[in-house]
């Protein structure tokens, strides 16, 4: 029901196929060629996946949600057509929202971890990002950027009420400008996932974007507004997720950080956990992995980044293990 496609390089000015790359979240990358002459089709190339995978094992469903306000928005859902009825698995929802930035639905050779223990994954495609085009991300930045956070708790909404997953065992990821995501949603709708994982997560915005000597603070104003603006600051403040931190029981939550960061600088998801900390009611989790030599994308080296997914895959699979909706042997 969704997928990408996409040419793919021909430096053959006289080449008789047209060559393009297909991919879905069910389906590796693969590469054809179609022959303009025949008009037939012939598979060339796709990535390889070790071990006893078989697509057929996985589905995936696309959805549309009505939000709030009447707008459709996108969802995309894949998992195990071998494991637990939707009603009874975990299910890890994704979203970003931000710069026109689209999350395709593609394939992830590391989500398939997360797959056969028995968890569905589902990317929210809301407003912010590009994927129904220009104007879905015009509809989700500066002053329209609190469409971007209530497409997310809606998404949300509905999954938990159409019983997509366990009632206690939905969960939220998001990264740097999807870390303010996550910052919001935990504020406005804390009672919705039983975790949440922040990566490198912009939750200081007023004070960030009141300094403009940091390296990108200028260059911002035309995604977030100029807080120097009255009218810009106060709706600024109004979402600014360390600014809003209340007193109440927030879910259990992983945040990370890079030391040597120049996006988010590290101090931001600190003083973030700090105040969580203070204010958060109840016993739940809350972490701060602060990596000692990484930046905004994460450590360098070959298999660094793999650690880090280990890392957050192992507090969801947790998690979800403890409450009870994986199949038994699926979990930590």
């Known amino acids: 029901p969704a997928w990408l496609t996409g040419l793919r390089d021909n430096i053959m000015f006289d080449a008789p196929a047209l ?34 995978f078989d697509p057929s094992n996985y589905e995936m469903r696309q959805h549309h949600v009505t939000a709030r306000d009447g ?67 015009e509809q989700g930045r500066q002053r ?17 009420d159409q019983q997509l997953c366990a009632p206690d065992a939905l969960y939220a990821m998001g990264g740097s400008a999807g870390g303010l995501l996550m910052g919001v949603v935990i ?29 990108l603070t200028t260059g911002e104003y035309d995604e977030w507004g100029d807080p120097n603006n009255a009218d810009t600051y106060h709706f600024l403040l109004r979402y600014s997720p360390y600014d809003n931190i209340r007193e109440q029981r927030y879910p259990n939550l992983l945040i990370t950080a890079g030391l040597h960061d120049s996006q988010v600088q590290y101090f931001e998801p600190a003083k973030w956990v700090a105040r969580l900390r203070e204010r958060s009611t109840g016993d739940a989790l809350l972490m701060l992995k602060t990596e000692m030599d990484a930046g905004h994308s994460g450590a360098s080296g ?30 930590v």
């Open 19 to 52: 060559r393009f790359e297909y991919e879905s979240m069910t389906t590796p990358a693969t590469v054809f060629d179609y022959d303009l002459t025949t008009h037939e089709r012939t598979e060339v190339w796709q990535d390889t996946v070790l071990g006893d």
């Open 71 to 137: 707008t459709r928005v996108p969802v995309s859902i894949v998992a195990r057509r071998d494991r637990a009825p939707d009603h009874k698995r975990p299910l890890l929802l994704y979203g970003y929202g931000a710069y026109g930035i689209t999350i395709d639905p593609n394939f992830s050779l590391t989500r398939l971890s997360l797959l056969d223990r028995g968890f569905a994954m589902a990317i929210a495609h809301v407003r912010g990002g590009e994927y129904l085009g220009r104007e879905w991300y």
């Open 144 to 160: 329209n950027k609190y469409n971007s956070f209530n497409d997310f708790i809606d998404v949300a909404t509905w999954l938990r």
């Open 187 to 215: 504020n406005d709708a804390p009672e919705l996932f039983a975790g949440v994982v922040a990566k490198v997560p912009f939750v200081d915005v007023v004070t960030t974007m009141l300094d403009d000597q940091l390296p």
């Open 302 to 331: 070959r298999f660094e980044s793999l650690h880090e997914i280990a890392r957050e895959y192992a507090f969801l699979i947790g998690l979800a293990d403890e409450a009870g909706a994986l199949p038994p042997g699926m979990g």
